[in-house]
């Protein structure tokens, strides 16, 4: 098979280091090669970072270049928007409908923009969700994350008893059956939608 290349976009702070090492275990699990890399941007809260996973019979480097993505995770829109480029034609971006402002926007130097999602929609298949307020009704935010790994499990050939194993042997212990339970909000959320139809 060809090398499946997932990038993951957030914002320091949101939990991309530990999504892309889930990713990771899993593919490994599958039997693949995997190289995963860590690219930080400001590396404070607040600041873009971004992560490359990538899986395959044989994967050489880490690094996903611009137009290779098969799928892009963003944990937040402007982070999708800013990394869309990325994506291969026909590739699929899901998306933390959240904003998060940057600094320029929080001081005042920049305006954040607005109808992003729909921007997108005009050029890439998109899958949003508003996992924050799911991990909300969840009672703890952080789990946000996991919740977007469920929508993007559907686009991947790993069963969900696999995911569900890789989440508890890779989150803290105490976190494992609220993780789990975000997973599977997400992978629901994503099945449902499908069965609704998309564009």
């Known amino acids: 098979m060809n090398a499946v290349n997932i990038m993951i976009v957030g914002v320091g702070g949101q939990g991309t280091l530990l999504t892309s090492r889930v990713l990771g275990k ?6 693949y090669d995997v190289k995963l890399s860590e690219v930080h941007g400001m590396a404070q809260r607040g600041g873009s970072v971004v992560t490359f ?8 480097e880490p690094i996903v270049e611009e137009g290779q993505a098969d799928i892009l995770i963003a944990f937040e829109r402007l982070e999708a928007l800013r990394y869309a480029h990325f994506l291969k034609p026909g590739g699929t971006i899901i998306v933390n ?17 607005e109808g992003i999602l729909e921007t997108l929609r005009k050029s890439y298949r998109v899958l949003s969700i508003d996992a924050s307020a799911e ?9 946000f994350n996991t919740i977007i790994l469920g929508v993007a499990a559907q686009h991947m050939k790993f069963s969900k008893e696999e995911w569900l ?9 105490k976190t494992i059956a609220i993780n789990q339970t975000a997973f599977l909000t997400g992978f629901e959320y994503q099945r449902t939608n499908d069965s609704e139809g998309q564009e």
Do not use: F, H, S
Not at 165 to 173: F, K, L, N, S
């Open 97 to 113: 409908d959240t904003r998060i402002d940057p600094m320029p926007v929080v001081i005042g130097a920049a305006e954040y923009p």
């Open 135 to 143: 991990a909300m009704k969840l009672g703890n935010i952080r789990v």
């Open 53 to 60: 996973v990538r899986y395959g019979e044989n994967v050489a």
């Open 26 to 31: 899993i593919a490994l699990t599958g039997g």
């Open 165 to 173: 194993q890789v989440i508890a042997e890779t989150v803290p212990p």
